[in-house]
């Protein structure tokens, strides 16, 4: 069997999960078919024309990218607008494009798109700049079952893939307590006194765990096991765990000016559009990194008390600012502070589809997507 559109996303959101995303992203794949055939997976900083033209000349090929062809909302797909013509090349060559964007940003373990900076600098200390709480992959459900129901419902929803933490399954948690309610008429209570009467009844509050992709087999084994006419259960997103961090900040094995520092940037990243601001001679021992456009994140920099920030898209009026609050910055280009980090995504991609039996080869795209000569 061939391998399928299915089978790269599910690589895909496994090794950078959409809910690690930020909420006003957009993630996943955005032109084609699931059940599409892949013979390579394309890997480009963008989707362009000439990028979707690359992909075509070999059928099969899945586009995968860090920017989302479809990032703004089109109130119609037709070739009027930039996007909504790429999408319809693509479409009609039977290119599948998928993106991971944000959630690749916030990578872990060397892996997030701030990350070549730190390798080039060989920064020491490295943490995330800016940390938040987002929705995991997991859900809780919880439901309310008498005790005679309680492990033949907790045996349905365990196996339906609820329960399971780690290497143990039928985990659950459950709590004693009192359900009361008064059947109405043209109802048929499982307990209780009759029609029109007040009943209190002796409940567990039941909990489990589940992957979000189960949740709709795991309601139905509940509502299938489950005594009561009208099954009462809650659906809650998790967040515990689900921490991510976007954006580096780490110091020099020792101080250097920032003349240095912005020339290692441009040299070894590489970075040949790169300009800095601030005195050449400052001392820099700490570095704040977002690669891409960061000029929202300079106050995170001040915060974290860097001395300096390196990122893309610096604007005017925000980096002068920045330089009266005391931060040099280095503005080495969206492109490649982010294109940098493709190599590292390939071979990541690379090993963990070995891993899976994929053999796929997946392949940088040779079009250049830089905008700037």
């Known amino acids: 069997m061939s391998e399928q559109v299915a089978d790269w996303l599910g690589l895909l959101h496994e090794l950078y999960p959409p809910a690690e995303a930020a909420s006003w992203d957009h993630v996943g794949l955005q032109v084609g078919d699931r059940s599409w055939s892949v013979s390579r997976v394309l890997v480009t900083l963008d989707v362009t024309g000439a990028v979707v033209t690359e992909a075509a000349a ?20 037709t070739p009027d607008t930039a996007s909504g013509r790429i999408a319809l090349a693509a479409a009609r060559a039977g290119i599948a494009v998928a993106a991971a964007h944000t959630n690749l940003d916030v990578a872990r373990d060397g892996a997030g798109t701030s990350d070549p900076v730190v390798r080039v600098l060989e920064l020491q200390q490295v943490r995330p700049l800016t ?42 948690f459950r ?55 009208e099954v009462v259960y809650d659906l809650y997103p998790r967040v515990a765990g689900a921490e991510v961090g976007l954006g580096r900040i780490g110091v020099l094995p020792k101080p250097q000016r920032l003349e240095t520092v912005a020339a290692a940037v441009r040299e070894r990243l590489p970075a040949p559009h790169l300009r800095f601001a601030g005195d050449p001679d400052r001392e820099i021992t700490t570095v704040a990194v977002v690669g891409g456009a960061g000029d929202g994140h300079i106050d995170d920099a001040l915060r974290a008390r860097a001395d300096v920030y390196v990122t893309g898209d610096l604007r005017h009026h925000v980096t002068l600012d920045a330089l009266e609050q005391g931060l040099s910055l280095i503005d080495a280009g969206h492109h490649a502070t982010e294109s940098a980090a493709l190599p590292h995504w390939i071979d990541r991609l690379t090993v963990a589809a070995g891993e899976r039996g994929l053999t796929a080869p997946v392949i940088a795209s040779s079009t250049p997507t830089s905008p700037w000569r």
């Open 175 to 229: 709590v004693r307590g009192t359900g009361t309610f008064r059947p109405l008429p043209g109802s048929a209570p499982y307990s209780g006194e009759g029609i029109g009467e007040d009943a209190a009844e002796d409940e567990w509050r039941l909990e489990v765990v589940m992957p979000r992709s189960r949740a709709g087999d795991v309601v139905s084994a509940l509502r299938r096991t489950h005594p009561y006419e």
């Open 131 to 172: 940390t938040e709480l987002r929705d995991g992959r997991d859900l809780k459900l919880v439901t309310f079952v008498p005790p005679e129901a309680l492990d033949t419902v907790l045996d349905a929803v365990a196996g339906a893939d609820a329960g399971t933490i780690g290497n143990y399954e039928r985990c659950s």
């Open 58 to 77: 070999e059928p099969g090929t899945l586009v995968l990218a860090h920017h989302p062809l479809l990032f703004r909302p089109l109130p119609s797909l």
